[in-house]
């Protein structure tokens, strides 16, 4: 299977919000339906460390290693007898141009661009991971402190639901849609002890999500990350008779 992005991701702090289904029908992409948790829709704040990223295995030059946050929610689609559970991403945000456009132009990702930074912190067997970003004037920030031990992830809980989704759903029409497939191992995680957000949801995100501003997350998970990839194949879903065609 060809690749398209090859790396490392890291410190994947996951800020996790009930939400109305209501509020996400339209962001849903033809051919899926919600996937929930216990009869719940979640959407997640998600900051992330890119480490080491290839294009088509080639390195990018300055910027190989980079901070993302995204806004996503979840959904899933009968593949024949094959579920398949996948994430719909409203919003990505890197501050690599190069990664931005490429994104967008092969698989019709909502990627913009920011000044971001972040910083990693171990000391006396704990951790502190923080990720902010400046956009259109507003200042914003995800910071978790946690364990620096690691955990593995308890079949049927919450954590594991966020964390194991492994398609990409991007809605390119209301009779359109593009998957495609993330690859990494099962991840081990760190126990949260403290969290702080700092988001404008509605300016980030639009009037839809503004609501959120008024919530508290229902979980804050922090995952250690692992090697990454992102194949190249996109299968694209259309209402044309229901066909499926791929594109490698």
Same mark, same amino acid.
């Given at each position: 299977?060809?690749?398209?992005?090859?790396?490392?991701?890291?410190?994947?702090?996951?800020?996790?919000?009930?939400?109305?289904?209501?509020?996400?029908?339209?962001?849903?992409?033809?051919?899926?339906?919600?996937?929930?948790?216990?009869?719940?829709?979640?959407?997640?704040?998600?900051?992330?460390?890119?480490?080491?990223?290839?294009?088509?295995?080639?390195?990018?030059?300055?910027?190989?290693?980079?901070? @993302?946050?995204?806004?996503?929610?979840?959904?899933?689609?009968?593949?024949?007898?094959?579920?398949?559970?996948?994430?719909?991403?409203?919003? @990505?945000?890197?501050?690599?141009?190069?990664?931005?456009?490429?994104?967008?132009?092969?698989?019709?990702?909502?990627?913009?661009?920011? %000044?971001?930074?972040?910083?990693?912190?171990?000391?006396? !067997?704990?951790?502190?991971?923080?990720?902010?970003?400046?956009?259109?004037?507003?200042?914003?920030?995800?910071?978790?402190?946690?364990?620096? !031990?690691?955990?593995?992830?308890?079949?049927?809980?919450?954590?594991?639901?966020?964390?194991?989704?492994?398609?990409?759903?991007?809605?390119?029409?209301?009779? @359109?849609?593009?998957?495609?497939?993330?690859?990494?191992?099962?991840?081990?995680?760190? %126990?949260?002890?403290?969290?702080?957000?700092?988001?404008?949801?509605?300016?980030?995100?639009?009037?839809?999500?503004?609501?959120?501003?008024?919530?508290?997350?229902?979980?804050?998970?922090?995952?250690?990350?692992?090697?990454?990839?992102?194949?190249?194949?996109?299968?694209?879903? %259309?209402? %044309?008779?229901?066909?499926?065609?791929?594109?490698?």
């Amino acid at each position: 299977m060809k690749t398209f992005l090859k790396a490392r991701w890291e410190n994947i702090i996951m800020v996790n919000y009930a939400i109305d289904a209501s509020v996400l029908l339209g962001y849903l992409p033809y051919g899926t339906e919600l996937d929930t948790f216990e009869g719940n829709a979640f959407v997640s704040l998600v900051g992330f460390r890119f480490v080491d990223s290839q294009i088509f295995g080639i390195p990018i030059p300055f910027f190989g290693s980079f901070d @993302e946050v995204n806004l996503r929610f979840y959904v899933k689609r009968m593949n024949g007898s094959e579920l398949r559970r996948g994430v719909v991403f409203v919003n @990505e945000l890197v501050p690599n141009p190069i990664v931005a456009f490429l994104a967008n132009l092969l698989y019709k990702e909502h990627y913009t661009t920011a %000044k971001m930074d972040s910083s990693i912190v171990i000391q006396n !067997q704990s951790k502190e991971v923080s990720f902010a970003w400046k956009k259109d004037k507003k200042d914003y920030s995800i910071f978790a402190k946690m364990d620096d !031990q690691a955990s593995t992830i308890i079949s049927g809980s919450l954590e594991e639901f966020i964390y194991e989704h492994y398609y990409g759903y991007t809605k390119v029409s209301s009779e @359109e849609t593009w998957e495609y497939r993330v690859n990494h191992p099962r991840w081990e995680t760190n %126990k949260i002890n403290h969290f702080e957000i700092n988001c404008d949801f509605g300016a980030m995100y639009g009037s839809d999500f503004e609501i959120l501003n008024n919530k508290k997350p229902i979980s804050v998970f922090h995952a250690i990350g692992s090697e990454v990839s992102i194949d190249r194949e996109i299968i694209k879903i %259309k209402n %044309k008779h229901n066909e499926t065609y791929k594109n490698k």
